[in-house]
Nanobody, 124 residues
Framework: QVQLVDSGGGLVQAGGSLRLSCAAS????????MGWFRQAPGKERKFVTA????????YYADSVKGRFTISRDNAKNTVYLQMNNLKPEDTAVYYC?????????????????WGQGTQVTVSS
């Protein structure tokens, strides 16, 4: 079992930045592809980004490409999401997730473990 704890969300003005963290426990995350998803009120959970086990490969949703950066520190068992130039449409609960299938998957169903989520609110 892997336990994931998301943190770092908050209220920020448009154009601002936030850095989310996902701290893992229970097992080391170096055997897992890690991803971030987000869910706005009344909408389905959507893929944001994913990073390969060693961090050599990343994949981003078009809506965040060039603004968000995913990274990982396997020694600290932590994954990060740096979010710059935030827009009101980025407002959502952000979830960290882990998948053992070694897939940079965009599908929530492919992920085995989830964090509890952290709220990001961007005001205009």
């Amino acid at each position: 079992q892997v336990q994931l704890v998301d943190s770092g969300g908050g209220l920020v003005q448009a154009g601002g930045s936030l850095r989310l963290s996902c701290a893992a426990s229970g097992r080391t995350i170096d055997n897992y592809v890690m991803g971030w998803f987000r869910q706005a009120p009344g909408k389905e959970r959507k893929f944001v980004t994913a990073i390969s086990r060693r961090g050599s490969n990343t994949y981003y949703a078009d809506s965040v490409k060039g603004r968000f950066t995913i990274s990982r520190d396997n020694a600290k068992n932590t994954v990060y999401l740096q979010m710059n130039n935030l827009k009101p449409e980025d407002t959502a609960v952000y979830y960290c997730a882990a998948n053992y299938r070694n897939l940079l998957s965009t599908t929530p169903h492919d992920y085995d473990y989830w964090g509890q989520g952290t709220q990001v609110t961007v005001s205009s």
